[in-house]
Each structure stands twice: as structure tokens, then as C-alpha cells.
T-cell receptor
């Protein structure tokens, strides 16, 4: 069974540009999560999508946005890039059934975004 | 608010020895889940083990076990018979039921010495 995939692996942009990161969840998973791992800041929750809807977002400015497509894949867009947006962006997916309480998030390999 | 504390920034352990990675947590929710992830230098977060707050027994997955002490709010990861491939960052994380986001600790960098 294929795991979570992300593209591109690396992305280099300049300040002010826009970046688009993509994620394909594990087959059968409906929930997709985005996390930012920046140096010195640890792993921070960005966004959660389930069944095509944004369900929750972390403490990030509106220039961080995304969407989930009918096939449950997801896109993260970062507008007006700033130097501090340089980080590893991790996508995770899960079955989306938190009622059971065992809804494990499985992560992809990440996209390393560098803003120059 | 949820909080995860990992007090060991780095650890060096001899190959084949057991190692315990510490994790304490804080939450006001009686229902929660605790997770451990491994992050090799490649960057991918690999799920290792899960413990639910109502689970009566400590979770085990192969060489990984979770020493869950609810009253002390601790969820330490125990790796038995460590291997060179265990060298990585290890993150403890928690999720309150009904709140899908994971809150992570700062991680412990484990280095296995041959």
C-alpha cells in the first residue's frame, strides 16, 4: 500500500513569490493535515482538511491557505513568501474517524521550502 | 491547552542496549491519545506507537513499548535492543479526542553508538 506522497521534494522561491505544495493521502484516508517544521520552532499544526472542507487551522496568517480535492488530495498555498517561511512542510493523512480515538496520522516525506 | 515536554535534547546509547525516551504531557481533557514518531535525517515522520488515555495496558509494537503512567502524565518510549538504524529524532505527540491536530514535543535526538 502506497504511503502519503508529497511534491515537490524541494522548492526554492524568492521573497514575495507564491509556493504551491501538493499531497496525496493514503488510499482510503479522507483527512489531510499540514504541519510546518521550521528550525527552532518545532512542528506546528497548519491546516486540517476533511471531506473537502477546512476543519481547523493553526495560528498562521491568511496567506497560508489550501484546499482538498474530491479525490482527497490536497494543496497548500503560501502567498507573499517571507524568509521565515523556509521550512519543511509535512503532510499527513488519516482515516478521519476520531470517534474511535485511534485515528493515527501518517506522514509523507515532506517538501523543503527555501525562500531566498 | 495541550503541552508536550521532552527534556532530553540528545542521547547517546550503545548498540544493543535498551533506551528510554522521556515524555510528559499536560491536558485538561480526560480523553486523549499519545503518539511517538521517529524522524530520520531524510525528514519523514514515521509512526511508531500509540497509547489511548483509557487503555488499560501499555502499548507495544515490536521493539517499541510505551511506559504509560497516567497519574504522572508521562508516556515514555522504550526501545529494546537498540540498533544503528534507530539513530534519529524522536517526537512525542498528543491529540485530544475531537481535536484533530497533533501537538508535538521538541524531540530527542538519539544516536546509537556501535
Amino acid at each position: 500500500e502506497a504511503g502519503v506522497t508529497q511534491s515537490p521534494t524541494h522548492l526554492i522561491k524568492t521573497r514575495g513569490q507564491q509556493a504551491t505544495l501538493r499531497c496525496s493521502p493514503i488510499s482510503g484516508h479522507t483527512s489531510v493535515y499540514w504541519y510546518q517544521q521550521a528550525l527552532g520552532l518545532g512542528l506546528q499544526f497548519l491546516l486540517w482538511y476533511d471531506e473537502g472542507e477546512e476543519r481547523n487551522r493553526g495560528n498562521f496568517p491568511p496567506r497560508f491557505s489550501g484546499r482538498q480535492f474530491p479525490n482527497y488530495s490536497s494543496e497548500l498555498n503560501v502567498n507573499a513568501l517571507e524568509l521565515e517561511d523556509s521550512a519543511l512542510y509535512l503532510c499527513a493523512s488519516s482515516l478521519g474517524d476520531s470517534v474511535l480515538g485511534t485515528d493515527t496520522q501518517y506522514f509523507g516525506p515532506g517538501t523543503r521550502l527555501t525562500v531566498l | 491547552a495541550q503541552k508536550i515536554t521532552q527534556t532530553q535534547p540528545g542521547m547517546f546509547v550503545q548498540e544493543k542496549e535498551a533506551v528510554t525516551l522521556d515524555c510528559t504531557y499536560d491536558t485538561s481533557d480526560p480523553s486523549y491519545g499519545l503518539f511517538w514518531y521517529k524522524q530520520p535525517s531524510s525528514g519523514e515522520m514515521i509512526f511508531l506507537i500509540y497509547q489511548g488515555s483509557y487503555d488499560q495496558q501499555n502499548a507495544t509494537e515490536g521493539r517499541y513499548s510505551l511506559n504509560f503512567q497516567k497519574a504522572r502524565k508521562s508516556a515514555n518510549l522504550v526501545i529494546s535492543a537498540s540498533q544503528l538504524g534507530d539513530s534519529a529524532m524522536y517526537f512525542c505527540a498528543m491529540r485530544d479526542f475531537g481535536n484533530e491536530k497533533l501537538t508535538f514535543g521538541t524531540g530527542t535526538r538519539l544516536t546509537i553508538i556501535p
